[in-house]
Nanobody
Framework: HVQLVESGGGSVQAGGSLRLSCGASGSIYGDACVGWFRQAPGQEREGVAVLLTTGGNTWYADSVKGRFTASRDNGRNILYLQMNNLQPEDTATYYC?????????????????????WGQGTQVTVS
């Protein structure tokens, strides 16, 4: 497994922005499928963004499309989730997760069960 550490969460007012970071180490990073997931209290964890570290292709859940942007800095082994125009319904604990790209079928990129490396999560609160 690769070690992942998230940072950048916090409290913002509606309409504000935050940028989450996910530091990665380990050989998986070179060719990985990285997912950003979130879990609000009492709700199931949902995938909001997926990025392939080779090529940089991205996909987004409809709920965040046009507001969230996933990116990576390959030189520093850091992944980012830029979140703009945040709304109260975006309040959740956000996680980054990674898996070897070969082990994640395209139809399952937003399925948390296919990811084996997880960060500890960072809280985002929008009021």
């Amino acid at each position: 497994h690769v070690q992942l550490v998230e940072s950048g969460g916090g409290s913002v007012q509606a309409g504000g922005s935050l940028r989450l970071s996910c530091g990665a180490s380990g050989s998986i990073y070179g060719d990985a499928c990285v997912g950003w997931f979130r879990q609000a209290p009492g709700q199931e964890r949902e995938g909001v963004a997926v990025l392939l570290t080779t090529g940089g292709n991205t996909w987004y859940a409809d709920s965040v499309k046009g507001r969230f942007t996933a990116s990576r800095d390959n030189g520093r082994n850091i992944l980012y989730l830029q979140m703009n125009n945040l709304q109260p319904e975006d309040t959740a604990t956000y996680y980054c997760a990674a898996e070897r790209v070969q082990r994640v079928a395209p139809s399952r990129r937003f399925d948390e069960r296919d990811y084996t490396s997880w960060g500890q999560g960072t809280q985002v609160t929008v009021s």
